[in-house]
Each structure stands twice: as structure tokens, then as C-alpha cells.
């Protein structure tokens, strides 16, 4: 079934803080959880916390990025994500885990969790490519993941995921469907890979 992507609709709210002149806001949009895992993966009895991923300046923003040369780094006009992207994709992964109901738990780092496991993870490539002449751009995401295990900090295991997705045509609301996509994709596999990676149903010391 195809993923709706669901622009936030906050005209009314946003208008009141709009400076005469200014414009009207930029369209914001956001993207969608995993719901979808294999039927195999394992139910594990340990917590986890997902940080915020690390992102660079050019992507640790609201706004929409896009890259018209391997060189250079721009931005979609009047289209913004509902949260900087690095926040965005933490809350996602957030809700991927979730839908795995195969977790005891999974939090932000904010909360008082005691975790048994952390998720780091950087946001590497999260950005519309315009690679050939002529076609929609394509969205590119990678994502660099690593699994500390709790109290030691030790890493348990790292993971690497790229996905590139065409978008169908050049419009904003194609292009944002191939992030969700591509980011899709990319949240399944690591998902996938993090439950698996300890090689454990049971907490760390409770062997």
C-alpha cells in the first residue's frame, strides 16, 4: 500500500506571525514510520534509546535539501520538513521500533529510560540529487548506525545503509514521497539489523 505523506497544515496558526509582506509560510511536510518488518525477527527483552542522529550544518536543518551539483548544496523554495531532519528521523526510528512490537522498550535520550542499549546514528546523505540532465532528482539517504551496549559503552556493532530512490516527477510533493521511500527503506533494514545485532533475546548481564 502506497505511504500518504501528510503536509502539516498550520496556515491559520502560522498567518497570526507572519510579518505583512513577508509572504505566505512555507509548505511543511513530514514523512512516515516502518510499520513492515520480516516475520522472523526476534523478540528481544532488552531497552533502547535513540539519540538524535549527528548530521552536518548543511543538513541539520528544516529545510529541504537538494544538490543540483556534486559541489553544492541547495534548498527547495517554501518547503520545509515539520522538524530539522536530524530530529525528524530520530522520532521516525523512534516509531519503526515501535511497530516492530518486538522491543521491551525504546525511548529518546531525554526521557529517564535506563537503557540496556543505545543507537547512535549519522545522518549522512538526506538530499535530493539532480544527477541526469532532464530527469526528477533522485533522493539519496545513508544513514550510520552504531549499537553501544550499557554501562560499559562498549560498541556491540556498526551498520552502514544507503537507498536511493528516483522520484516520479520534478514537483515537491514527488520528491517528498521519495524521501519517505528511500528513508523507508533505510529505517527497515536498520531496524532490523539492531534487534538482531546483539545476538540476544535477554539484557545485557542477564544471560
Not at 46 to 58: D, F, K, N, T
Not at 132 to 153: A, C, H, T, Y
Request: aromatic fraction near 6%.
Amino acid at each position: 500500500m502506497k505511504k500518504l505523506i501528510l503536509p502539516a497544515a498550520l496556515a491559520v496558526a502560522l498567518g497570526a506571525c507572519t510579518l505583512p509582506g513577508a509572504g505566505d509560510p512555507p509548505q511543511l511536510y513530514t514523512l512516515t514510520p516502518k510499520s513492515t518488518f520480516e516475520a522472523a525477527l526476534p523478540t528481544v527483552e532488552w531497552q533502547l534509546v535513540v539519540e538524535r542522529p549527528i548530521a552536518s550544518a548543511g543538513l541539520n536543518t528544516q529545510r529541504i535539501a537538494v544538490q543540483r551539483t556534486p559541489v553544492t548544496l541547495d534548498y527547495f523554495a517554501r518547503a520545509n520538513w515539520t522538524d530539522q531532519a536530524p530530529a525528524l528521523v530520530q522520532t521516525l526510528l523512534i516509531e519503526s521500533f515501535e511497530n516492530t512490537k518486538k522491543i521491551r522498550a525504546v525511548s529518546r535520550e531525554s526521557t529517564q529510560l535506563r537503557a540496556d542499549y543505545i543507537l547512535q546514528a549519522d545522518l549522512r546523505e538526506f538530499q535530493a540529487e539532480y544527477d541526469s540532465p532532464g530527469k526528477p532528482p533522485q533522493v539519496r539517504v545513508r544513514i550510520n548506525s552504531k549499537l553501544i551496549r550499557m554501562p560499559d559503552r562498549l560498541i556491540v556493532d556498526s551498520s552502514t545503509v544507503e537507498r536511493a530512490v528516483r522520484s516520479e516527477r520534478h514537483d515537491i510533493e514527488s520528491v517528498v514521497l521519495a524521501f519517505d521511500e528511500a528513508l523507508g527503506k533505510v529505517m527497515k533494514q536498520t531496524v532490523e539489523w539492531a534487534l538482531a545485532a546483539p545476538r540476544t533475546t535477554t539484557r545485557p548481564g542477564r544471560n
